[in-house]
């Protein structure tokens, strides 16, 4: 994880220096024990190196992936409970009390939002790219998938964070 980010870091430099400036230190292994405590999950080991190095962005105006907010602890926190009161709540449930789901890609559960979907990502409109901790047969554990709050679409960007930073720094390097 520290060759990848040390790679995109460099990128960054060159292409859209200004984006460096939003990012925050990686926090200790007692928050982010804290924040899967919170979520009830188990990170993946490449999550937890992540964000040993890296606590996403601090409030912003840039999204440094795709536009997209890279989302601190605190943030994922936030938007994680955006969404569960939401579910609590029944929105994700027609009329007759039976779950809305969504046309999602193999190895993603259908189902319109799920507690083990954690949000990586915000365009602040609620969408997201999520860590999936519970993906469907045929799904890797830490998958990283789409959730848009107005799209039925669930789609696997990448079958982990690892491989979706290297993508990201493929796109910077093409820029």
């Known amino acids: 994880m520290i060759e990848i980010w040390s790679k995109i870091e460099i990128l960054l430099r060159i292409k859209n220096p200004h984006l460096l400036e939003t990012l925050q230190p990686g926090v200790p292994d007692i928050q982010i024990s804290e924040i899967e405590e919170?979520?009830?999950v188990k990170f993946p080991d490449d999550i937890k190196s992540l964000y040993r190095i890296l606590n996403g962005q601090s409030d912003c105006n840039i999204g440094l992936i795709n536009g997209y907010e890279f989302l601190s602890l605190d943030r994922i926190k936030e938007e994680?409970?955006?969404?569960?009161?939401?579910?609590?709540?029944?929105?994700?449930?027609?009329?007759?009390?039976?779950?809305i789901g969504?046309?999602?890609?193999?190895?993603?559960?259908?189902?319109?939002?799920?507690?083990?979907?954690?949000?990586?990502t915000s365009d602040g409109?609620?969408?997201?790219?999520?860590l999936d901790?519970?993906?469907?047969?045929?799904?890797?554990?830490?998958?990283?998938?789409?959730?848009?709050?107005?799209?039925?679409?669930?789609?696997?960007?990448?079958?982990?964070?690892?491989?979706?930073?290297?993508?990201?720094?493929?796109?910077l390097e093409s820029m």
């Open 80 to 99: 994680w409970s955006i969404w569960k009161n939401l579910l609590d709540s029944g929105t994700f449930q027609d009329e007759n009390g039976n779950d």
């Open 125 to 130: 409109s609620g969408n997201h790219n999520c």
């Open 38 to 40: 919170f979520l009830s």
């Open 133 to 171: 901790l519970n993906p469907a047969e045929g799904g890797i554990y830490g998958q990283i998938i789409t959730m848009l709050h107005d799209d039925v679409e669930r789609k696997i960007v990448a079958p982990g964070i690892k491989m979706w930073l290297q993508q990201y720094a493929q796109r």
């Open 102 to 120: 969504s046309e999602a890609d193999p190895g993603i559960r259908n189902v319109w939002w799920c507690p083990k979907w954690i949000p990586l």
